[in-house]
């Protein structure tokens, strides 16, 4: 598994949050990758939202089929998770922001 | 789920085979976010093959509720329902997701949401207006009663009429309970304030159910209308808000034809009418009621009667009397010429007057004009009636 020790500390995680309108799923989609931002990231992230509704050729140029999902842009590799984010252990896996594994 | 070795392909296939049949469109997904299976109700929601969808990499899901996708579909954008549940697949940990088609749903929550919307912006207007009007109304109360405590304080009669000294704690109202005049009265003309008129119109049927139909006019709609008509001149209530309950009133009042034209008819007649420039015409309607409450016809001939017109009717019915109807006291001069015109014309005619307007000192002048007889109260028509002998 890779772990965050590849971004260098200095440099800010990109997040991007599809959303289709600020549906209340959307809105908690939002404020839980800000406050997993805060607490796992110390602030450095950037978190940008689009609305495919707005720009419905995204979502298959982007291949985002499901709303909310929240990818991560950079550090590469490219990361998708789905839902509204309430469960965080899976957002931290998924975005691979996990404590390393304990593998003795 | 049992332990199962890695060659325990039975229960797989039957996973598979249930998977395959479901009518639900599912998907499994691994610990990467990738599409590793499949069935053909998925593929038909993607409007895809099968094989396209595997390896599509669509999230690993990571919500506490179910999870909206969007499929740009050939007609328009469908919304599907995806509800996840981790399971072991192929020996690994993976996700299987359900999902189904919501469009119809959502647009209906959608159509839902602006109505409710629309419905939350004028609820909230109304109690904005509602809370401005009762508030203010509330206080008058609490100043008439003052004024009132010091009158009786300095042996004086009371000022006010139309209060309640008697302080109310429960102003829950309780329909089922027995009729109380003074409550229902001041829930009437809060709603009344506040536009309320399907809670006015309650109100008005418990009265008509409850007391005679004099009362009615007098303790429920007049009383209400004097009230109304005093916030206004002291600028306490908006016109809009006056023309409103004046507006409610008058389609109460068509509830209580039936029974006016119920009466026995007592052979008289009367023509009612507000004087030219008079546009406030609840008075000589409720004037207009009493009389055929009492057997009388009247003609009512409703707000700002030219003078010219006037003369033409009292003239073909001949009527047994002349009722007006003032409120605004700056048409003294116009009622003063009204008055003298129909006296001059119909000498044997008795004319009577009354409303609002009376009270004010500038009406000193047509309350002591020879012909017209003022009248202060609806009790003063009430008695003017029972003495009444036709000098015809």
């Known amino acids: 598994m890779q772990s965050m020790k590849q971004a260098s500390r200095s440099e800010k995680w990109v997040f991007r949050l599809y959303v289709a309108g600020m549906t209340p799923a959307a809105k908690r989609a939002l404020a839980n990758i800000q406050a997993i931002c805060e607490k796992h990231l110390k602030g450095l992230c950037s978190i ?47 975005l691979d922001l996990a404590p390393e594994p304990v593998l003795h | 789920m049992t332990n199962q070795s890695k060659t325990a392909p039975p229960n797989e296939d039957l996973a598979r085979k249930v998977l395959e049949h479901s009518v639900d469109g599912l998907l499994v997904i691994d610990s990467q976010g990738i599409v590793q299976f499949a069935n053909p109700a998925a593929s038909a929601l993607f409007e895809r093959q099968t094989g396209q969808l595997v390896g599509f990499h669509v999230g690993i899901p990571a919500g506490d509720d179910s999870v909206e996708m969007i499929l740009p579909g050939g007609d328009g954008a469908r919304f599907v329902e995806m509800r996840s549940t981790e399971i072991e697949w192929e020996g690994k940990t993976a996700n299987l997701a359900s999902l189904r088609d919501i469009t119809g749903r959502r647009q209906a929550e959608e159509a839902l949401q602006n109505q409710a919307q629309e419905l939350q912006q004028r609820n909230n207007e109304l109690v904005r207006f509602n809370r401005v009007l009762v508030g203010r109304e509330l206080r008058m109360i609490e100043l008439k009663q003052e004024v009132n405590e010091l009158h009786q304080k300095l042996g004086e009669p009371q000022r006010y ?21 003074e409550e229902t009265y001041r ?98 309607r409720i004037v207009a009621d009493l009389l055929e409450l009492r057997g009388w016809h009247s003609y009512f001939l409703g707000a700002n ?74 009790q003063d028509l009430e008695n003017w009636i029972g003495e009444f002998e036709p000098n015809v």
């Not at chain 2, 009429?161 to 109310?168: P, Q, T």
């Open chain 1, 48 to 94: 940008e939202v689009t609305d495919l509704l707005e720009q419905p050729a995204l979502a298959e140029a982007r291949q985002i089929f499901a709303v909310p999902t929240l990818v991560r842009e950079f550090p590469a590799p490219l990361r998708k998770v789905i839902g509204d984010l309430g469960n965080s252990q899976k957002v931290l896996e998924g």
């Open chain 2, 187 to 284: 829930r009437y003309l809060e709603s009344l304030l506040a536009g309320d008129s399907r809670q006015c119109r309650e109100i008005f049927e418990q009265w008509l159910e409850s007391v005679p139909l004099r009362d009615l006019y007098q303790d429920l709609v007049q009383r209400s209308l004097y009230e109304v008509g005093e916030l206004w001149e002291q600028g306490r209530i908006s016109v809009a808000a006056e023309h409103l309950a004046t507006a409610i009133t008058e389609s109460l009042l068509t509830l209580a034809q039936p029974r006016l034209l119920a009466q026995p008819r007592a052979g008289k007649s009367a023509v009612v009418a507000c004087i030219s420039r008079e546009h406030h015409q609840m008075g000589g």
């Open chain 2, 305 to 378: 009667v030219p003078l010219s017109e006037l003369k033409a009717l009292v003239d073909e019915k001949r009527p047994n009397v002349v009722v007006f109807s003032a409120t605004i006291a700056a048409n003294v001069d116009i009622f003063i010429d009204t008055v003298n015109e129909i006296r001059d014309a119909f000498p044997s005619t008795p004319m009577l007057a009354g409303g609002q307007a009376f009270r004010h000192k500038a009406m000193e002048r047509a309350r002591r004009l020879p012909g017209v007889q003022y009248l202060a109260s609806l």
């Open chain 2, 161 to 181: 009429r139309y209060i309640s000294l008697a302080k109310s704690s429960d102003p829950t109202p309780s329909p089922k309970v027995a009729f109380s005049p």
